[in-house]
């Protein structure tokens, strides 16, 4: 499958961005998708996943009750609205996938994905 992520920029503390995923290549809805972000500097770390239904969903703990991870099995889409932006949230945020024979939620670990994006840029400035 293949990723192409956008929605990326530059924005305030406080503000909001929605992030996007389109998947193309295979069937949509057998995988399941996540997010990571890497920072300068930093490795590359988990953000949210959700199961190939939408039903299910996991995120990291310095996200959780801020971002949402949604899916839209017929655009072949994955979102990531991120919400009350801190500046410890600028990364290079990447969208991956992998294949799931059961409807459950894949990782957190990078290599529990088979496909990657290559990413697109969020700045939150202080």
């Known amino acids: 499958v293949q990723l192409v992520e956008s929605g990326g920029g530059l924005v305030q503390a406080g503000g909001s961005l929605r992030l996007s995923c389109a998947a193309s290549?295979?069937?949509?809805?057998?995988?399941?998708m996540g997010w990571f972000r890497q920072a300068p500097g930093k490795e590359r770390e988990f953000v949210a996943a959700i199961s190939r239904s939408g039903g299910s969903t996991y995120y990291a703990d310095s996200v959780k009750g801020r971002f949402t991870i949604s899916r839209d099995n017929v655009k072949n889409t994955v979102y990531l609205q991120m919400n009350s932006l801190k500046p410890e949230d600028t990364a290079a945020y990447y969208c991956?996938?992998?294949?799931?024979?059961?409807?459950?939620?894949?990782?957190?670990?990078?290599?529990?994905?088979?496909?990657w994006g290559q990413g697109t840029q969020v700045t939150v400035s202080s």
């Open positions: 991956a996938a992998e294949y799931t024979e059961r409807d459950y939620v894949p990782g957190p670990r990078e290599t529990d994905f088979g496909s």
């Open positions: 290549g295979r069937i949509f809805s057998s995988y399941g």
